[in-house]
T-cell receptor, first 115, second 113 residues
Framework: ETGVTQSPTHLIKTRGQQVTLRCSSQSGHNTVSWYQQALGQGPQFIFQYYREEENGRGNFPPRFSGLQFPNYSSELNVNALELDDSALYLC??????????????FGPGTRLLVL | QKEVEQDPGPLSVPEGAIVSLNCTYSNSAFQYFMWYRQYSRKGPELLMYTYSSGNKEDGRFTAQVDKSSKYISLFIRDSQPSDSATYLCAMMGSGAGSYQLTFGKGTKLSVIP
């Protein structure tokens, strides 16, 4: 177990709706990264938060947004859902974003289905 | 061309076989190399990491990095049915202060008893 938890485990939404996914990082980990994993693909980086500020972003549109809170929890929000947003959403926590040697520990993911 | 290429398989081997999993990459900025194992409907778990060329061994697992060829490998000795999973290679560089992981597609491995 990595100590990283995510909720909910599964979610079904319809196109155009908004969704909020939640992640609880390991205690003391001040960096959280979010990834999208489509079926049969590797995870793709969405963005990273370090000490409650966005620290980098992948090739995802602005309707993907996030928040990180002081209590080691974070959120991923997706507006105007599209069918292609159906995927497993993973959060990963790490101790410090300032060193590339910091290991990222993944949660079990939230499986989102958009109909 | 994708930054990280990995044959998705599937790969099926008998129990006890030696398994070889490989990835190639194109970005010279990658400095840190990892292998993750992902069981069905679970999050990836870190198996091994290395940041230099050469071999690193951990039990039945050996990670190999060849930076000159931009090629990494994971070897599994005496494979077990419990090794059946998808294996993801991942790499990290740096960009705009963010240390993001870039993953391969994953190779699905089945070890047959």
């Amino acid at each position: 177990e990595t100590g990283v938890t995510q909720s909910p485990t599964h979610l079904i939404k319809t196109r155009g709706q908004q969704v909020t996914l939640r992640c609880s990082s390991q205690s003391g980990h001040n960096t959280v990264s979010w990834y999208q994993q489509a079926l049969g693909q590797g995870p793709q980086f969405i963005f990273q938060y370090y000490r409650e500020e966005e620290n980098g972003r992948g090739n995802f549109p602005p309707r993907f947004s996030g928040l990180q809170f002081p209590n080691y929890s974070s959120e991923l929000n997706v507006n105007a859902l599209e069918l292609d947003d159906s995927a497993l959403y993973l959060c990963a926590s790490s101790l410090d974003a300032t060193s590339y040697q910091e290991t990222q520990y993944f949660g079990p993911g939230t499986r989102l289905l958009v109909l | 061309q994708k930054e990280v290429e990995q044959d998705p398989g599937p790969l099926s081997v008998p129990e006890g076989a030696i398994v070889s999993l490989n990835c190639t990459y194109s970005n010279s900025a990658f400095q840190y190399f990892m292998w993750y194992r992902q069981y069905s409907r679970k999050g990836p778990e870190l198996l091994m990491y290395t940041y230099s060329s050469g071999n690193k061994e951990d039990g039945r697992f050996t990670a190999q990095v060849d930076k000159s060829s931009k090629y990494i490998s994971l070897f599994i000795r005496d494979s077990q049915p419990s090794d059946s999973a998808t294996y993801l290679c991942a790499m990290m560089g740096s960009g705009a202060g963010s240390y993001q992981l870039t993953f391969g597609k994953g190779t699905k491995l089945s070890v047959i008893p």
